[in-house]
């Protein structure tokens, strides 16, 4: 973890107070801080620590420090993002002990509204909007995993850039560096973000291909479901060592439907219960009632090109087990 940030930093520079400095101020940041530690991170639990550890660092200060601080939500966003960087750095390594795939954690579609595409530094806003990628407040898996191929460095410019639209010269602060390398860092993240959008089709293209899939899956139909599959498709389980799951991606229409079709078969108990997700519509699989695992989906070209399935029940809090 970096050392706590002097109370004089770039955000606290100035003389105006926008915030007071009571508690309940303070912690009305939280969901915003979790929000962008999500972004940054992929998983709740280490967007919990991130914030548990930004809060502490507050508290460590003296109060002369506080007072000196002249926008404390900056004070926290500029702290939360430099241990979501150091986090990411060593979360790399923490994953090639993961057991199987490893998939960030979905959540549902509103869990962050109103948290973005709103500055949460100061009053200054990112000057050129087109330097920047119109993302709504939902987290989706396509855009999570997306995220999780850039840098570190790559990801926290562009989270804190695109999303919540800081300026360049504050992130350079945030990733040590200038702010014509940071302004390059998001322009290369957002090439990735482009990239991955270049074949989107509309919400309701997107859930009628689903929904013809859950028709072919549930009704042991191989051939309605090959047709609903991209010949390239790939599917990921995340099982987290506490599931049986795929060790591998899977990958090409023909097997990924065999595999769902041998799946349904053996666990005729399995109920694909619809909702509505970051990425469109998706389904909670109900194994006898109980939550078992979420299954969400990227289209493209009226078939499906990715399947994410989560079964880890540690990356599942935010789904009703019953």
């Known amino acids: 973890m970096p050392e706590d940030l002097p109370a004089e930093s770039a955000e606290s520079r100035g003389t105006e107070r ?18 962008l530690a999500f972004r940054m991170t992929g ?19 003296e109060p002369e420090e506080r007072d000196g601080i002249a926008v404390p939500a900056a004070w926290l966003m500029r702290v939360a993002s430099r241990i979501s960087l150091d986090l ?23 869990l962050f509204a109103d948290t973005a595409n709103v500055p949460l530094t100061s009053s200054r806003l990112v000057a050129d909007p087109l330097e920047r990628v119109t993302l709504d407040d939902a987290v989706s898996m396509a855009l999570l995993t997306v995220l999780e191929a850039m840098t570190p460095a790559e990801r926290v410019a562009f989270v804190l850039h695109d999303v919540f639209r ?31 959008r270049s074949a989107q089709v509309s919400p309701h293209q997107h859930d009628e291909v689903v929904r013809a899939f859950r028709d072919a899956t549930v009704g042991g139909d191989l051939e309605d479901l090959l047709r609903v599959l991209a010949p390239d498709v790939e599917l990921r389980v995340d099982g987290g060592g506490f599931v049986n799951a795929a060790p591998r991606v899977i990958r090409g229409s023909d097997h990924v439907a065999r595999w769902f079709m041998g799946v349904m078969n053996k666990q005729p108990a399995l109920r694909l219960e619809r909702r509505d997700t970051a990425d ?4 909670v699989i109900r194994n006898e009632g109980r939550r078992y695992g979420v299954v969400t989906f990227g289209v493209s070209d009226e078939c499906v090109t990715n399947v994410w399935m989560m079964l880890n029940p540690r990356k599942l809090t935010n789904w009703p087990p019953d």
């Open 166 to 196: 800081v300026p360049f010269d504050e992130i350079a602060d945030v990733v040590g560096r200038s702010a014509a390398a940071t302004r390059q860092l998001a322009t290369s993240a957002r090439r990735h973000v482009r990239r991955g």
């Open 18 to 35: 926008h915030e007071p400095r009571d508690l309940d101020s303070v912690m009305a940041e939280r969901h915003r801080l979790l929000s």
């Open 88 to 110: 990411l750095g060593s979360a790399r390594v923490r994953r090639e002990t993961y057991v199987g795939q490893w998939l960030p954690e979905p959540v549902p579609a509103d």
């Open 43 to 61: 998983t709740l639990a280490d967007a919990e620590d991130v914030v548990q550890e930004t809060y502490v660092r507050w508290y460590r200060l």
């Open 280 to 283: 469109g519509l998706g389904y």
